[in-house]
């Protein structure tokens, strides 16, 4: 439980801690790389930690110190023994590990527990096999996943996803670049694009959106990561929402052909200022973000194809709009109801209580501020990371105290406590 009172005068001109998935793909690349690298700004973050101590179980040498972890590739014993990891939740980083592993001749098990164990992993394991891996999984295509000592790897290989899937591209990606490859990687529509970059992919968004994935040798580094995203997001919601607020965000990543609220924030007569800067690891980008008060106001409607270049940011924009001004009417997001919690129904009950009027869809919802938030109401976080940060912001807001239950524990939440000061 988290009692959360009015926010003011909120000054934040800094980075935060690096995004998770930034620091599992650095890791990734590191691993791969001919010479030593340090990567700093790492999170503190549960599945970040589980990927460095899976590495080192099958033989990299990985030191962390803090928020600094240091890496040598080339300091690499391979374990004679049969290993057995358990990745609990962590599913990303179970999916980046299976890529390396594959490609370093170990002989293991790799477990996980509940959802994640219930999740299909068999799509990720199907097309590994066309690059020559030696992986199986279970009967029902979930986990345990095996994997057996295998140096021989199929010729260049062309794989036509099914369905766009972040979690499987990356995969992919990662064992491509250590089976040395050439590997084309056809997607129906783009999915989130993060290591792309990072392993340097020559992209085509423009026709069919295919990958093409070249072996590289590559050199180490050292790099600071970008900001988490997802807090600098919620941070430039509350800059949005408040001219009282001095916030200026650095080194938040810019992806490429990314689509996140911040895209259609102009549509709602929103303002903010950016400055693009360089970021030292390949082709990625980062900026300087200052959010800019503006009279928040209009209709937005969001059809299938903006849910699905949205995805989760739909929640941190009806929280912008809910608490700023005007409304959103969201359509076709049918998938919102099988997250960690029901995304529709959270947002559609929490946000009564509060008094902002909303209408609830098969497929969808409907937002609107007719009003300041009113607070002193119990609110469920329904342990969702996203329902539990957008309530954090909204609760900030409301015109007095409110209580939040079953908040998400992850570090971003934590991370977003600490900077707004709220006392737990």
Known sequence: ML???????????????????????????????????????????????????????????????????????????IPNEKFSINFENAGYAMRIFIAIAQSQNVNGIIESE??????????????????????????????????????????????????????????????????????????????????????????????????????????????????????????????????????????RSCLFKETTFLNYIPKINARFGLIHNNCNINYLKSETLIPVYSNISGKLVLNCDDVKNLGSSIVLLSTLIGAGGGEIIVKGAIDMRQQTCDRILAIVNNYEMLGIETEEFEDGFRVKNIGSLKGGCELNCYNDLYITLSQIILCSLADSHCTLINLNDDYRVKTLIDILQIKE
């Open 3 to 77: 009692v959360i009172y009015p926010l003011n005068n909120l000054t934040f001109k800094s980075n935060t801690i690096g995004d998770s998935v930034f620091a599992q793909n650095a890791i990734a690349l590191a691993c791969l790389s001919t010479t030593e690298s340090i990567i700093t700004n790492v999170p503190d973050d549960h599945d970040t930690d589980l990927l460095i101590k899976s590495l080192i179980r099958i033989g990299f040498c990985i030191l962390r110190e803090s928020d600094k972890i240091l890496i040598n590739p080339l300091a690499k014993d």
């Open 114 to 251: 509940f959802p994640l164990s219930k999740r299909n992993i068999e799509r990720t394991v199907i097309p590994l096999r066309e690059l020559g891996c030696e992986i199986i999984c279970s009967e029902r295509g979930t986990s345990p996943v095996r994997i057996f000592p295998n140096s021989n790897y199929n010729t260049d290989v062309i794989i036509d996803l099914p369905i766009p899937n972040f979690y499987l591209k990356s995969s992919l990606i990662i064992a491509s670049s250590y089976s040395g490859l050439n590997t084309e990687i056809i997607e129906p529509y783009p999915s989130r694009s993060i290591t792309e970059y990072f392993f340097d992919c020559n992209l085509d968004f423009n026709k069919s959106y295919h990958i093409n994935v070249k072996p590289n040798v590559y050199n180490g580094f050292n790099a600071e990561l970008p900001s988490d995203t997802l807090i600098c997001d919620c941070l430039t919601i509350l800059g949005l929402l408040s001219n009282k607020n001095n916030i200026e965000l650095y080194n």
